[in-house]
């Protein structure tokens, strides 16, 4: 087993074991990859405030996010196709989270379903819904989200229509996948992930296959999820949903500051500032360059999270000491899980918590709750003085 000391060794073994479809739908963005690129590269643009002479002992990463204790401000993004990255990934991903005391959050768009997550873990995860036309389906998720025990409900903002994923075109990508000779070829080189995908509990969309009126294989899935995403979506459904749930509700998918303004009147718990990393609006702002500027227009009447771009602890650090109250990873902990499973997802996560506990003491800092802007060297133009006029 080589030495893994960064998120990119993970990613090296990932790409060897998992089917080319499954690791291009992860590792790569919508149109040109341009935000793709930039969300991880914009981080680079920041630099950190070293200090020395700085008692350091004592240090601590955990915080909160919506109210709830955890051991350092990372969440498991929801991520589609889980289940396809590794045999029962959701299962594994959500008790790997359980087990460190960091949020998981199940994809609508999972292999495993809701109860299937609830039942292996046993303890209560974050739920993130998709909204579609077909109402009485949505009304059924979500009380199955309910069911289940589910901490928190996260609407998807950022989806209401397919951003252009030309890699997933070409790659005809599915679940389970197409056998043609091309996916066959590949699948060849990938044997021990065809092993594992024998045994597992689900290899198709286990919270639409069977909970839809007319869909009960994947055959017809592909045409149903095109048709479903909600063009209509506005902030009079959203807050219907917030009634619906009754709980704790974050908005993911915000890049502008008004958007954010709107969040906070419909009483949103927490908003999540991304561009669904880089899959939907190509040519966007990155996320950790968007931050700033919804901060400022927010302060604190609404929690603010960051996802898209994360690949370390000290991308953490950075959007912490910007202002951010918690971070998502989602290409990270898939990069864990693809290459080792569950253990990889613990290690992608011990990792990441290493990397953000050395780099607070070497910035002179023991509290990850005391972060902040003086901590950063930040370029004068690097939240950006757009003219949108």
């Not at 397919?162 to 996948?177: C, F, T, V």
């Not at 996916?183 to 597992?200: D, H, P, Q, Y």
């Not at 996560?349 to 902040?372: F, I, N, R, Y």
């Amino acid at each position: 087993m080589p030495v893994i000391t960064n998120i990119q060794d993970l990613k090296r073994i990932y790409e060897r074991r998992v089917p080319r479809m499954f690791f291009d739908y992860a590792e790569s963005g919508s149109w040109t990859e341009q935000t793709f690129r930039d969300n991880s590269r914009d981080f680079e643009q920041i630099r950190l405030r070293q200090r020395v002479a700085v008692n350091m002992t004592g240090r601590s990463t955990a915080t909160q996010m919506i109210g709830q204790d955890v051991t350092m401000p990372i969440a498991l993004a929801p991520v589609g196709l889980t289940g396809m990255q590794h045999a029962d990934g959701e299962i594994k991903a959500a008790r790997a989270a359980r087990d460190y005391g960091v949020p998981f959050t199940l994809s609508t768009m999972s292999i495993n379903s809701i109860e299937d997550v609830a039942e292996a873990t046993g303890a209560p995860f974050w739920f993130q819904l998709y909204t579609m036309t077909d109402q009485d389906y949505v009304r059924r998720l979500i009380d199955r989200a309910k069911a289940a025990n589910c901490s928190a409900l996260v609407i998807t903002l950022d989806l209401q229509i397919l951003g252009q994923r030309h890699k997933d075109i070409k790659n005809g990508l599915s679940a389970p996948p197409k056998l043609t000779p091309k996916t066959i070829a590949n699948l060849m080189t990938k044997w021990r992930w065809g092993i594992e995908m024998l045994g597992a509990k689900r290899r198709n969309f286990g919270n639409i296959v069977g909970h839809v009126h007319g869909i009960s294989d994947t055959s017809s899935l592909g045409a149903w999820t095109t048709e479903q995403f909600d063009p209509a979506l506005d902030w009079n459904k959203i807050a219907k949903l917030k009634e619906q749930w009754g709980g704790k509700v974050i908005l993911k998918g915000i890049l502008d500051a008004q958007d954010a303004k709107m969040a906070v009147k419909c009483g949103a718990d927490a908003i999540v500032v991304s561009n669904h990393g880089g899959r939907q609006l190509d040519g966007a702002l990155s996320a950790i360059r968007a931050l700033p500027s919804i901060l400022d227009a927010v302060g604190d009447q609404i929690e603010v999270h960051l996802d898209s771009g994360i690949r370390s602890g000290q991308d953490v650090l950075k959007a912490m000491a910007l202002g951010a109250k918690g971070t998502y990873i989602g290409r990270a902990f898939i990069y864990g899980l693809g290459a080792m499973g569950e253990k990889g997802v613990t290690k992608t996560l011990e990792v990441l918590h290493k990397e953000l506990d050395t780099t607070m003491a070497l910035c002179g800092e023991t509290q990850v709750t005391q972060l902040g802007r003086h901590n950063l060297l930040i370029p004068k133009t690097f939240a950006g003085d757009w003219d949108n006029r």
